[in-house]
């Protein structure tokens, strides 16, 4: 046989022709087939080799896992957080959301700050929200992908952001999640967040809380990020039963419009945890 015809494009071309000719119950007696396999191995067979011509592919790996392999694999890398393939998962998970933050025009590395920022405000308020910890890594999500709807249209673009959000494949979300890390976005500007809305209407009642609190909290952070030529503002907080103090650690060109933009959120913050938010100069 010549080498030219060793290939995997034409073996497998050569395969899906045998498994054409052969009759339903000769399919079925091959080893690895069965009799369920052996009405849609033909379909399988030629779109395979179909793939291989197309994309002129010089071979294939056979992995002898399944669908039922991958979604135990997935399963145990969410729920066990000493495993590897949780932190493999949790790095592609990531992956996925900074690609579509370039796919639209948006540098991750810019809104870090915000990332981190809304990060401080989840760690430093937990006694405050409640949240599951899942709402940590959802509310990084929404933070570092709040501004992909200015490639649409800077005018409404929270709008934008939300769609975006929720209609974009991203690895290790479930539709449900994306609906949640876009809905966290989407109330960045003078809307709020309402039973009613369209993007509320298909998240769980029993989540539409956290979302707000979620919100809150993502709105504080950009709040902290009015100019971003400016030095990166830091502050600390501290809780008391009736109230939260934020103290802002102005850079060299002070705080002053930061202070502005944080202090315009009190009343949604009184609204949404009942408690009062003071903000100062540290």
């Given at each position: ?55 002129h592919l ?9 669908l039922r ?77 709040h501004s ?135």
């Amino acid at each position: 046989m010549r080498a030219w015809d060793r290939t995997p494009t034409v073996v497998v071309r050569k395969l899906a022709d045998k498994l054409k000719r052969m009759s339903v119950l000769q399919r079925s007696a091959i080893r690895g087939i069965g009799p369920k396999r052996s009405e849609i191995i033909v379909a399988g067979a030629w779109v395979y080799a179909d793939l291989l011509e197309r994309f002129h592919l010089s071979g294939f790996r056979y992995s002898p896992m399944g669908l039922r392999d991958g979604i135990l694999a997935l399963m145990l890398a969410e729920g066990d957080t000493r495993t590897s393939a949780h932190q493999h998962f949790e790095e592609e998970r990531w992956a996925s959301v900074l690609e579509l933050c370039r796919h639209y025009g948006i540098d991750p590395k810019r809104q870090e700050p915000v990332v981190r920022d809304a990060t401080q405000f989840f760690e430093d308020l937990k006694s405050v929200h409640h949240l599951s910890p899942d709402y940590k890594l959802w509310l990084q999500s929404a933070a570092i992908m709040h501004s992909v709807g200015k490639f649409m249209n800077y005018q409404g673009h929270h709008r934008h952001t939300q769609y975006i959000i929720a209609n974009s494949e991203l690895y290790g979300f479930t539709p449900e999640q994306r609906l949640i890390v876009s809905a966290i976005a989407r109330y960045l500007g003078k809307s709020r967040p309402s039973p009613t809305d369209r993007v509320l209407r298909y998240i769980p009642i029993e989540q539409h809380v956290s979302v707000k609190q979620a919100a809150v909290l993502l709105r504080m952070a950009v709040a902290l990020h009015q100019n971003q030529s400016s030095p990166v503002t830091r502050f600390r907080t501290r809780v008391t039963p009736k109230k939260v103090s934020v103290m802002l650690m102005p850079g060299r060109k002070g705080a002053d419009l930061e202070l502005w933009a944080l202090r315009k959120e009190a009343d949604y913050f009184r609204e949404v945890f009942a408690r009062d938010l003071l903000v100062s100069l540290d």
